[in-house]
């Protein structure tokens, strides 16, 4: 312990920026991201769970540059483009989206998958008042 005191020393440890509002300390929303662990933010649970969190991205990845090896920069950048656009238009918040064009561009309308059987919205746990859920999207709350 030093001449300044204990009370220095928590001064010193925790910046006045961590302790605002929108900081460290802000309170965790338990209903909309459920129970928080901190062997599940360091540790993934499976071996596979880092490869499947980014596969959408790397299959993107991969068919954006055998896009440009056979067509050039234009054909990657035209589907990026078209993906950006397509990203843009949403549905509010409290309304299920089926983001059909988005599988029309990467080709997924044709394939049968996990979501388009167990992604039924009338089951969702995120339906909720749409009141309160514009405002939290808008960054009112």
Same mark, same amino acid.
């Given at each position: 312990?030093?001449? =300044?005191?204990?009370?220095?020393?928590?001064?010193?440890?925790?910046?006045?920026?961590?302790?605002?509002?929108?900081?460290?300390?802000?309170?965790?929303? *338990?209903? =909309?991201?459920?129970?928080?662990?901190?062997?599940?933010? +360091? +540790?993934?649970?499976h071996?596979?769970e *880092?490869?499947?969190?980014?596969?959408?991205?790397?299959?993107?990845?991969?068919n %954006?540059?055998?896009?440009?090896?056979?067509?050039?920069?234009?054909?990657?950048?035209?589907?990026?483009?078209? %993906? =950006?656009?397509?990203?843009?238009v949403?549905?509010?918040? %409290?309304?299920?989206?089926?983001?059909?064009?988005?599988?029309?561009? =990467?080709g997924?309308?044709?394939?049968?998958? %996990?979501?388009d059987?167990?992604?039924?919205?009338?089951?969702s746990?995120?339906?909720?008042?749409?009141?309160?859920?514009?405002?939290?999207?808008?960054?009112?709350l």
């Amino acid at each position: 312990m030093n001449s =300044r005191g204990s009370a220095s020393l928590l001064k010193d440890s925790i910046s006045f920026t961590e302790v605002s509002a929108t900081g460290l300390f802000e309170g965790h929303d *338990l209903l =909309r991201r459920g129970f928080t662990s901190i062997k599940n933010e +360091l +540790l993934p649970s499976h071996p596979l769970e *880092l490869t499947e969190k980014d596969f959408q991205l790397n299959q993107d990845k991969t068919n %954006f540059a055998t896009l440009r090896n056979i067509q050039g920069i234009h054909a990657p950048l035209k589907l990026q483009m078209e %993906f =950006r656009a397509v990203k843009q238009v949403q549905r509010l918040p %409290f309304l299920h989206s089926s983001n059909m064009a988005m599988d029309i561009l =990467r080709g997924n309308d044709e394939c049968i998958g %996990f979501e388009d059987i167990l992604n039924d919205p009338s089951q969702s746990e995120v339906m909720g008042e749409p009141h309160i859920m514009m405002e939290h999207k808008l960054g009112l709350l």
